[in-house]
Nanobody, 122 residues
Framework: VQLVESGRGLVQAGGSLRLSCAASGRTFSSYGMGWFCQAPGKEREFVAAISWSGLNNDYADSVKGRFTISRDNKNTADLQINSLKPEDTARYYC?????????????????WGQGTQVTVSS
């Protein structure tokens, strides 16, 4: 499966942004989808994940209440980001878990997009 992220931007602290991940592949509805981020000089870390059904999701503690992951079961998985903080500045990657779970472990994700940059100014 190929994944392409969109929605990058430069946003002021407190603002909002919506990232989208478009997937190719006839079985997108069976994939679990996840979002990860990597800030300069840091390792990539988990942000949010949603199961194939959309009924299960998981969030990193740092984003709970501010980020919302969703999917349309056609070919798109989105990440709504509210109340942005400067520390949210990172490159955001979407990923597909062919097992269909809402995993927080990046080792479970076999397909990755190229990422999209989010920069939050204070």
């Amino acid at each position: 499966v190929q994944l392409v992220e969109s929605g990058r931007g430069l946003v002021q602290a407190g603002g909002s942004l919506r990232l989208s991940c478009a997937a190719s592949g006839r079985t997108f509805s069976s994939y679990g989808m996840g979002w990860f981020c990597q800030a300069p000089g840091k390792e990539r870390e988990f942000v949010a994940a949603i199961s194939w059904s959309g009924l299960n999701n998981d969030y990193a503690d740092s984003v709970k209440g501010r980020f919302t992951i969703s999917r349309d079961n056609k070919n798109t998985a989105d990440l709504q980001i509210n109340s942005l903080k400067p520390e949210d500045t990172a490159r955001y990657y979407c990923a597909a878990d062919l097992s269909g779970r809402s995993s927080s472990d990046e080792r479970d994700f076999g397909s990755w997009g190229q990422g999209t940059q989010v920069t939050v100014s204070s």
